[in-house]
Protein backbone atom coordinates (compact mmCIF):
# COMPACT_ATOMS: atom_id res chain seq x y z
CA UNK A 1 0.00 0.00 0.00
CA UNK A 2 1.48 3.22 -0.84
CA UNK A 3 0.41 6.39 0.54
CA UNK A 4 0.47 10.32 -0.58
CA UNK A 5 2.56 12.91 0.98
CA UNK A 6 -0.90 14.74 1.56
CA UNK A 7 -2.33 11.95 3.28
CA UNK A 8 -2.23 11.28 7.05
CA UNK A 9 -0.84 7.75 8.56
CA UNK A 10 -2.71 6.60 11.02
CA UNK A 11 -0.23 5.38 14.50
CA UNK A 12 -1.26 3.59 17.22
CA UNK A 13 -1.51 5.81 20.16
CA UNK A 14 -0.66 5.01 23.86
CA UNK A 15 -3.20 3.67 25.60
CA UNK A 16 -3.33 3.15 29.41
CA UNK A 17 -6.29 1.34 31.25
CA UNK A 18 -6.52 2.79 34.93
CA UNK A 19 -8.85 -0.12 36.53
CA UNK A 20 -10.01 1.30 40.37
CA UNK A 21 -11.72 5.70 40.00
CA UNK A 22 -10.81 6.35 43.36
CA UNK A 23 -8.78 8.89 44.39
CA UNK A 24 -5.62 7.09 43.14
CA UNK A 25 -7.10 5.76 40.09
CA UNK A 26 -8.55 9.18 39.13
CA UNK A 27 -5.10 10.99 39.89
CA UNK A 28 -3.42 9.14 38.21
CA UNK A 29 -5.36 9.15 34.70
CA UNK A 30 -5.15 12.94 35.37
CA UNK A 31 -1.34 12.82 35.68
CA UNK A 32 -0.79 10.77 32.75
CA UNK A 33 -3.20 12.71 30.49
CA UNK A 34 -1.85 16.19 31.47
CA UNK A 35 1.83 14.64 30.68
CA UNK A 36 0.39 14.11 27.40
CA UNK A 37 1.68 9.86 27.65
CA UNK A 38 -1.42 8.27 26.52
CA UNK A 39 -5.28 8.18 26.13
CA UNK A 40 -6.61 6.72 29.48
CA UNK A 41 -9.40 4.15 29.99
CA UNK A 42 -10.76 4.85 34.05
CA UNK A 43 -12.52 1.78 34.42
CA UNK A 44 -14.97 1.34 38.06
CA UNK A 45 -17.85 -1.09 38.96
CA UNK A 46 -19.45 1.68 40.21
CA UNK A 47 -21.89 2.37 37.14
CA UNK A 48 -21.76 6.50 35.85
CA UNK A 49 -18.61 7.53 38.45
CA UNK A 50 -16.05 6.98 36.05
CA UNK A 51 -17.48 8.31 32.94
CA UNK A 52 -18.53 11.10 35.01
CA UNK A 53 -14.54 11.92 36.25
CA UNK A 54 -13.70 10.96 32.23
CA UNK A 55 -15.78 13.61 31.10
CA UNK A 56 -14.78 16.43 34.03
CA UNK A 57 -11.30 15.45 32.83
CA UNK A 58 -11.78 15.73 29.36
CA UNK A 59 -13.43 19.06 29.47
CA UNK A 60 -10.13 20.33 31.05
CA UNK A 61 -8.18 19.40 27.69
CA UNK A 62 -8.37 22.89 26.62
CA UNK A 63 -7.05 24.41 29.56
CA UNK A 64 -4.44 22.11 30.57
CA UNK A 65 -3.28 22.12 26.80
CA UNK A 66 -3.55 18.62 25.57
CA UNK A 67 -5.83 16.54 23.22
CA UNK A 68 -5.74 12.95 25.10
CA UNK A 69 -8.96 10.85 25.01
CA UNK A 70 -10.35 9.82 28.34
CA UNK A 71 -12.90 7.39 28.47
CA UNK A 72 -14.90 6.28 32.11
CA UNK A 73 -16.41 2.37 31.43
CA UNK A 74 -17.76 -0.35 33.56
CA UNK A 75 -17.19 -2.64 30.87
CA UNK A 76 -13.75 -4.33 29.91
CA UNK A 77 -14.42 -4.59 26.83
CA UNK A 78 -13.34 -0.72 26.52
CA UNK A 79 -10.20 -1.43 27.55
CA UNK A 80 -8.98 -3.53 25.11
CA UNK A 81 -4.90 -3.02 22.98
CA UNK A 82 -4.05 -1.26 26.14
CA UNK A 83 -0.01 -0.76 26.51
CA UNK A 84 -0.10 -0.73 30.63
CA UNK A 85 -3.32 -1.72 32.80
CA UNK A 86 -2.92 -0.14 35.85
CA UNK A 87 -4.89 -1.71 38.93
CA UNK A 88 -5.47 0.72 42.18
CA UNK A 89 -8.98 -1.30 42.90
CA UNK A 90 -9.27 -2.54 45.97
CA UNK A 91 -10.30 -0.52 49.80
CA UNK A 92 -8.29 1.67 51.38
CA UNK A 93 -6.48 1.64 54.86
CA UNK A 94 -8.63 2.65 57.92
CA UNK A 95 -7.15 4.64 61.36
CA UNK A 96 -5.41 1.75 63.18
CA UNK A 97 -5.42 -1.19 60.30
CA UNK A 98 -2.06 -2.07 58.15
CA UNK A 99 -2.09 -2.90 54.91
CA UNK A 100 -2.06 -6.41 55.78
CA UNK A 101 -5.55 -6.27 57.16
CA UNK A 102 -6.33 -5.52 53.63
CA UNK A 103 -5.34 -8.82 52.70
CA UNK A 104 -8.76 -10.78 52.60
CA UNK A 105 -10.57 -7.90 51.31
CA UNK A 106 -8.38 -7.00 48.10
CA UNK A 107 -7.32 -10.24 47.22
CA UNK A 108 -10.09 -11.48 45.46
CA UNK A 109 -10.75 -7.99 43.93
CA UNK A 110 -7.19 -7.65 42.39
CA UNK A 111 -7.15 -11.12 40.61
CA UNK A 112 -10.23 -10.70 38.94
CA UNK A 113 -9.24 -7.33 37.70
CA UNK A 114 -6.08 -8.56 36.21
CA UNK A 115 -7.96 -12.03 34.76
CA UNK A 116 -10.56 -9.34 33.06
CA UNK A 117 -8.27 -6.89 31.61
CA UNK A 118 -6.08 -10.00 30.43
CA UNK A 119 -8.87 -10.74 27.71
CA UNK A 120 -8.90 -7.96 26.12
CA UNK A 121 -4.75 -6.88 26.48
CA UNK A 122 -2.86 -9.85 26.73
CA UNK A 123 0.33 -7.88 25.44
CA UNK A 124 -0.01 -4.90 28.19
CA UNK A 125 2.44 -4.26 30.99
CA UNK A 126 0.92 -4.76 33.81
CA UNK A 127 1.30 -2.70 37.35
CA UNK A 128 -0.24 -3.33 40.54
CA UNK A 129 -0.91 -0.37 43.02
CA UNK A 130 -3.33 -1.91 45.23
CA UNK A 131 -2.64 -2.92 48.74
CA UNK A 132 -0.40 -4.91 50.29
CA UNK A 133 1.02 -4.45 47.17
CA UNK A 134 3.70 -7.36 47.00
CA UNK A 135 1.38 -9.82 47.73
CA UNK A 136 -1.39 -8.35 45.46
CA UNK A 137 1.59 -8.49 42.41
CA UNK A 138 2.14 -12.23 42.91
CA UNK A 139 -1.02 -12.89 43.23
CA UNK A 140 -2.17 -11.20 40.22
CA UNK A 141 1.06 -13.01 38.21
CA UNK A 142 0.50 -16.51 39.61
CA UNK A 143 -3.71 -16.05 38.26
CA UNK A 144 -2.70 -14.33 35.15
CA UNK A 145 0.70 -16.55 34.09
CA UNK A 146 2.17 -13.07 32.65
CA UNK A 147 5.89 -12.90 32.55
CA UNK A 148 8.00 -11.86 34.92
CA UNK A 149 9.27 -8.87 33.28
CA UNK A 150 5.65 -7.58 32.16
CA UNK A 151 4.12 -7.08 35.67
CA UNK A 152 5.19 -5.08 38.49
CA UNK A 153 4.21 -3.41 41.61
CA UNK A 154 4.70 0.40 42.30
CA UNK A 155 5.71 1.21 46.05
CA UNK A 156 9.82 1.56 46.10
CA UNK A 157 9.16 5.00 43.95
CA UNK A 158 6.64 6.16 46.44
CA UNK A 159 8.64 5.11 49.93
CA UNK A 160 11.70 6.57 47.81
CA UNK A 161 10.05 9.55 47.42
CA UNK A 162 9.16 9.95 50.97
CA UNK A 163 12.06 9.05 52.54
CA UNK A 164 13.79 11.95 49.93
CA UNK A 165 11.05 14.74 51.40
CA UNK A 166 11.88 13.82 55.32
CA UNK A 167 15.44 14.01 54.25
CA UNK A 168 15.03 17.51 52.42
CA UNK A 169 12.86 18.68 55.48
CA UNK A 170 15.28 17.59 57.98
CA UNK A 171 17.71 19.86 56.27
CA UNK A 172 16.42 22.37 54.88
CA UNK A 173 17.33 21.77 51.56
CA UNK A 174 15.69 21.80 47.72
CA UNK A 175 14.01 18.59 47.16
CA UNK A 176 15.28 18.26 44.28
CA UNK A 177 18.97 17.15 45.36
CA UNK A 178 17.92 14.73 47.52
CA UNK A 179 18.37 11.11 46.08
CA UNK A 180 17.50 7.71 48.13
CA UNK A 181 16.42 4.11 47.51
CA UNK A 182 14.34 1.98 49.67
CA UNK A 183 13.73 -2.00 49.13
CA UNK A 184 11.78 -4.80 50.68
CA UNK A 185 8.33 -4.58 50.83
CA UNK A 186 5.53 -2.18 51.18
CA UNK A 187 5.29 -2.71 54.34
CA UNK A 188 6.35 -1.90 58.58
CA UNK A 189 9.77 -3.84 57.31
CA UNK A 190 10.77 -2.11 54.20
CA UNK A 191 14.23 -1.57 53.88
CA UNK A 192 14.91 2.19 53.59
CA UNK A 193 19.08 2.22 52.75
CA UNK A 194 21.08 6.06 54.15
CA UNK A 195 24.10 4.27 52.32
CA UNK A 196 22.39 5.32 49.09
CA UNK A 197 20.81 8.31 50.11
CA UNK A 198 23.19 11.63 49.08
CA UNK A 199 22.14 15.11 48.90
CA UNK A 200 23.82 16.10 45.56
CA UNK A 201 25.75 13.68 45.90
CA UNK A 202 26.46 13.64 49.36
CA UNK A 203 25.52 10.58 51.85
CA UNK A 204 22.96 11.62 54.12
CA UNK A 205 25.42 10.53 56.96
CA UNK A 206 27.90 12.83 56.64
CA UNK A 207 25.21 15.19 57.26
CA UNK A 208 23.04 13.60 59.98
CA UNK A 209 24.13 11.87 62.64
CA UNK A 210 22.96 8.12 63.47
CA UNK A 211 19.41 8.89 65.66
CA UNK A 212 18.23 11.27 63.33
CA UNK A 213 18.80 9.04 60.24
CA UNK A 214 16.68 6.35 62.32
CA UNK A 215 14.13 8.33 63.29
CA UNK A 216 13.45 9.51 59.14
CA UNK A 217 14.00 5.57 58.51
CA UNK A 218 10.97 5.09 61.04
CA UNK A 219 9.19 7.73 59.89
CA UNK A 220 9.18 6.25 56.48
CA UNK A 221 8.40 3.12 57.09
CA UNK A 222 5.05 4.10 58.91
CA UNK A 223 4.35 7.28 55.86
CA UNK A 224 1.31 5.71 54.56
CA UNK A 225 -0.09 5.35 57.87
CA UNK A 226 1.02 8.64 59.74
CA UNK A 227 -1.13 10.03 56.30
CA UNK A 228 -3.97 7.70 57.23
CA UNK A 229 -4.07 8.96 60.87
CA UNK A 230 -4.07 12.52 60.34
CA UNK A 231 -7.07 12.32 57.15
CA UNK A 232 -9.02 9.76 58.87
CA UNK A 233 -11.15 8.95 56.18
CA UNK A 234 -8.96 7.67 53.06
CA UNK A 235 -4.94 7.46 52.72
CA UNK A 236 -2.19 9.43 49.94
CA UNK A 237 -2.96 9.56 46.78
CA UNK A 238 -1.55 12.19 45.51
CA UNK A 239 1.66 10.75 45.71
CA UNK A 240 1.11 7.22 44.94
CA UNK A 241 -0.54 8.38 41.67
CA UNK A 242 2.62 10.45 40.29
CA UNK A 243 4.97 7.17 41.50
CA UNK A 244 2.84 5.50 39.06
CA UNK A 245 2.94 7.66 36.32
CA UNK A 246 6.71 7.74 36.55
CA UNK A 247 6.87 4.08 36.00
CA UNK A 248 4.25 4.84 32.81
CA UNK A 249 6.24 7.16 31.59
CA UNK A 250 9.52 5.24 31.64
CA UNK A 251 7.78 2.34 29.80
CA UNK A 252 5.78 4.37 27.12
CA UNK A 253 8.87 6.44 26.43
CA UNK A 254 11.35 3.35 26.99
CA UNK A 255 13.66 5.75 29.73
CA UNK A 256 15.08 3.19 31.20
CA UNK A 257 15.05 4.06 34.49
CA UNK A 258 16.44 2.81 37.65
CA UNK A 259 13.15 2.54 39.63
CA UNK A 260 12.77 0.96 43.16
CA UNK A 261 9.61 -1.84 41.64
CA UNK A 262 8.42 -4.70 43.37
CA UNK A 263 9.92 -7.25 40.78
CA UNK A 264 9.91 -11.07 40.73
CA UNK A 265 13.17 -12.36 41.42
CA UNK A 266 14.68 -15.36 40.40
CA UNK A 267 17.88 -15.45 42.71
CA UNK A 268 18.88 -11.84 42.83
CA UNK A 269 19.43 -10.60 46.37
CA UNK A 270 19.45 -14.72 47.28
CA UNK A 271 15.48 -14.60 46.96
CA UNK A 272 13.25 -16.72 44.56
CA UNK A 273 9.43 -16.68 43.12
CA UNK A 274 9.05 -13.07 44.91
CA UNK A 275 7.73 -10.30 43.90
CA UNK A 276 9.66 -7.55 46.77
CA UNK A 277 10.97 -4.03 45.86
CA UNK A 278 13.99 -3.55 44.03
CA UNK A 279 16.04 -1.27 41.68
CA UNK A 280 15.13 -1.94 38.44
CA UNK A 281 15.62 -0.35 34.94
CA UNK A 282 12.14 0.44 32.85
CA UNK A 283 11.19 0.67 29.35
CA UNK A 284 8.79 -0.54 26.70
CA UNK A 285 9.25 -3.91 27.30
CA UNK A 286 8.71 -3.57 31.21
CA UNK A 287 11.39 -4.69 33.28
CA UNK A 288 14.45 -4.36 31.24
CA UNK A 289 17.30 -5.52 34.19
CA UNK A 290 17.12 -6.37 37.94
CA UNK A 291 19.86 -4.61 39.75
CA UNK A 292 21.94 -5.67 42.08
CA UNK A 293 23.05 -3.44 44.84
CA UNK A 294 25.97 -4.80 47.03
CA UNK A 295 24.13 -4.37 50.35
CA UNK A 296 25.81 -4.87 54.61
CA UNK A 297 24.85 -8.29 55.89
CA UNK A 298 22.90 -6.19 58.31
CA UNK A 299 20.88 -4.56 55.22
CA UNK A 300 20.81 -8.15 53.69
CA UNK A 301 19.12 -9.91 56.55
CA UNK A 302 16.93 -6.75 56.72
CA UNK A 303 14.96 -7.34 53.39
CA UNK A 304 15.25 -11.30 53.86
CA UNK A 305 12.78 -10.67 57.00
CA UNK A 306 10.90 -7.90 54.98
CA UNK A 307 10.34 -10.95 51.94
CA UNK A 308 10.20 -13.80 54.73
CA UNK A 309 7.03 -11.20 55.70
CA UNK A 310 5.52 -11.26 52.22
CA UNK A 311 5.84 -15.06 51.61
CA UNK A 312 3.80 -15.54 54.83
CA UNK A 313 0.64 -13.25 53.69
CA UNK A 314 1.31 -15.01 50.15
CA UNK A 315 0.60 -18.11 51.64
CA UNK A 316 -2.52 -16.99 53.47
CA UNK A 317 -3.84 -15.45 50.61
CA UNK A 318 -3.00 -18.76 49.18
CA UNK A 319 -4.98 -21.00 51.57
CA UNK A 320 -7.92 -18.75 51.52
CA UNK A 321 -8.65 -18.95 47.56
CA UNK A 322 -8.12 -23.12 48.09
CA UNK A 323 -10.53 -22.64 51.07
CA UNK A 324 -13.23 -21.11 48.50
CA UNK A 325 -12.30 -22.94 45.87
CA UNK A 326 -13.37 -25.91 47.14
Known amino acids: MSYSPFSPIKRHSPRVTVIGAGKVGSTLAQRIAEKNLADVVLLDVVE ?31 TSASDIVVITAGFPRKPGMTRDD ?35 TYLA ?23 ETFIAMELGVC ?7 VLGGHGDLMVPLPRYATVNGIPITE ?25 QTGGAFYTPASSTCVMVESILLNQSRLLPIAAYLRGEYGLNDIFIGVPSRLGCSGIEEVV ?15 AQEVRKNIARAQEIFAAVSR
Not at 102 to 114: P, R, S, Y
Not at 141 to 148: D, I
Not at 292 to 306: C, I, N, Q, T, Y
Open 207 to 231: LLDAATIERLVERTRNGGAEIVELM
Open 102 to 136: LLLTNAKIVVEAANKAMTYSPDAIYIIVTNPLDVM
Open 48 to 78: GMPRGLALDLMEARGIELHNRRIIGTTDYAD
Open 175 to 181: CLDVKAM
Open 292 to 306: ELKLSDVERDALHAS
Open 141 to 163: WQATGLPGDRIMGMAGVLDSARF
